[in-house]
């Protein structure tokens, strides 16, 4: 059983990097890695630090909107040491239109994956959940755009410490389009990505849990013992197919999925 004064000492420690996280996003200045400071931070704190934050912004008039999952490819989790992914809520400030103009300096070090977005016609929680559950459940997918960024300095991250920031989340571009999951799935959806007219990465669905909808599965059994269930209307974005790209000021990114059409965005 957990001492009171250890459990109350613990949810200060959340509340203040959870703050600190807070007003870096809102003010643009990166802080350094929490991990520096608590090396053994470990990732039930860190996700105890990312929801202390979502009610910070929760508290600011904003709502869920739906989660993005993160280190979803086998050179991501090779890079962190993990076998496994992370998950973030995502608030509606983060939900951007997709041809649209996003101004650079809303961000502190941006760069943009590639995503599928699916959408549910009925809700999942976990445990227990398989993909095809998950396909059953699915009304349809769109691409989407994921601009990440790290309210750490110089992106010098440990797991725990991307995991408590919102998983590097900054903002989501989401198509407007939306297409039936093909009867043979999205794992061999093949996406081309393009700055201001020059192919720079591909992508397939595959590059995610080997299927987008392994992800989605996985994310529910996540997020089920946590008492969350993903809902109809929700956004979930299953995780990148590429490396992330950096942003610069006046680039244009074009996301072409087959079968289902673009998304993109202009940045300010």
């Not at 790290?150 to 407007?176: E, F, K, M, Q, Y």
């Amino acid at each position: 059983m957990t001492d009171p004064a250890t459990a109350h000492a613990t949810t200060f420690v959340a509340q203040h990097h959870a703050r600190a996280l807070y007003e870096a996003r809102r003010d643009r200045q990166p802080i350094e890695p929490l991990t520096t400071a608590e090396p053994d931070l470990t990732l039930e704190q860190a996700y105890d630090v990312q929801r202390q934050l979502v009610e910070l912004l929760l508290a600011e008039g904003d709502r869920i909107v739906g989660y993005k999952l993160g280190l979803t490819s086998r050179p991501m989790q090779q890079l962190f040491g993990v076998d496994t992914p992370d998950f973030s809520a995502i608030v509606g400030a983060q939900q951007l239109s997709a041809g649209g103009v996003v101004a650079l300096d809303r961000f502190i070090s941006p760069m943009v994956e590639a995503e599928f977005v699916f959408h549910l016609a009925s809700p999942l929680q976990g445990p227990g959940v398989t993909v095809e559950e998950v396909v059953a459940a699915t009304d349809s997918i769109s691409p989407a755009l994921e601009i990440v960024d790290s309210r750490i300095r110089d992106w010098a991250i440990r797991l725990p410490d991307t995991v408590a920031d919102l998983a590097s989340c900054g903002a989501v571009v989401v198509s407007p389009r939306r297409e039936p999951l093909p009867t043979d799935g999205a794992r061999l959806l093949g996406m081309a990505l393009s700055r201001n007219g020059e192919l720079i990465d591909t992508g397939c669905g595959a590059a995610t849990l080997g299927d987008p909808a392994a992800a989605v599965a996985w994310l529910a059994n996540t997020l089920g013992p946590r008492g969350v269930r993903l809902e109809p209307g929700q956004l979930i974005l299953t995780g990148a197919l590429h490396k992330a790209v950096p942003l610069a000021r006046g680039d244009h990114i074009v996301a072409e999925f087959d079968r289902i059409g673009s998304v993109d965005v202009h940045v300010e």
